[in-house]
């Protein structure tokens, strides 16, 4: 996972063409996620 992580990255700017973002999106991610549409879902999910 952490891997993966690191591979995503330098993808943000195409993090939307990602076919496994919404799997990042629905699991809990350890790892610091340095996209804000991503950081918004989290916390609407958990508030």
């Known amino acids: 996972m952490t891997n993966l992580g690191v591979v995503l990255v330098p ?6 063409e990602i076919p496994f973002s919404s799997e ?5 991610s350890r790892m610091r996620v340095p996209f804000p549409e991503v ?9």
Request: without cysteine; hydrophobic residues 35%.
């Open 39 to 47: 950081k918004a879902k989290k916390i609407g999910s958990r508030a």
């Open 24 to 28: 990042f999106l629905q699991k809990p």
């Open 11 to 16: 993808y943000a700017p195409n993090f939307e």
